[in-house]
């Protein structure tokens, strides 16, 4: 006859099946199997379920450090192109542009002297002109 001895955990008293209350003793395997593989079953869900909860909590704050890392990096970089492109003039349409109005701005010089050479002449040659009729008038007084 077979008899199966489970050892208890709270005191070192042998048991048998008959002593649980089970008529076989593969009932009583089976109980105890059963009763360990749920208690292991819920311990070890509880603990996946707390493993598996730090892990998401720290993968999203690794993300939300990433992400911001990576949008600090953008607008330093932004910012530092701006003071680039402001200061030494180092982008060629920034450059093309400044030269643009540099050229533009001689040009209105240019122009600006240009007509005021052109009046100081058209000046003279009034005057010029007046004083050729006022000599004419004058020869002509005279002649009379």
Same mark, same amino acid.
Not at 60 to 65: A, H, Q, T
């Given at each position: 006859?077979?008899?199966? %001895?489970?050892?208890?955990?709270?005191? !070192?008293?042998?048991? +048998?099946? +008959?002593?649980? =209350?089970? +008529?076989?003793?593969?009932?009583?395997?089976?109980?105890?199997?059963?009763?360990?593989?749920?208690?292991?079953?819920?311990?070890?869900? /509880?603990?996946? @379920?707390?493993?598996? !909860?730090?892990?998401?909590?720290?993968? =999203?704050?690794?993300?939300? $450090?990433?992400?911001?890392? %990576? $949008?600090?990096?953008?607008? /330093?970089?932004?910012?530092? /192109?701006? #003071?680039? $492109?402001?200061?030494? !003039?180092?982008?060629?349409?920034?450059?093309?542009? +400044? &030269?643009? #109005? &540099?050229?533009? *701005? @001689?040009? %209105? @010089?240019?122009?600006?002297? *240009?007509?005021?050479?052109?009046? &100081?002449?058209?000046?003279?040659? *009034?005057?010029?002109?007046?004083?050729? &009729?006022?000599?004419?008038?004058?020869? /002509?007084?005279?002649?009379?």
């Amino acid at each position: 006859m077979c008899l199966l %001895v489970m050892s208890s955990s709270f005191s !070192g008293i042998p048991l +048998t099946h +008959t002593s649980l =209350g089970f +008529t076989s003793p593969l009932q009583a395997f089976e109980f105890r199997s059963k009763a360990e593989y749920s208690m292991i079953w819920y311990f070890m869900e /509880n603990q996946w @379920r707390w493993k598996i !909860g730090c892990l998401c909590l720290l993968a =999203g704050l690794i993300f939300c $450090i990433i992400i911001m890392v %990576v $949008i600090i990096k953008f607008l /330093n970089c932004r910012h530092r /192109n701006q #003071v680039l $492109i402001l200061e030494s !003039g180092h982008r060629r349409r920034i450059a093309s542009e +400044t &030269d643009r #109005v &540099d050229r533009l *701005e @001689r040009i %209105v @010089r240019r122009l600006q002297e *240009e007509k005021k050479e052109w009046e &100081d002449k058209k000046k003279k040659e *009034e005057k010029e002109k007046e004083e050729v &009729d006022k000599r004419k008038k004058e020869e /002509n007084l005279i002649s009379l």
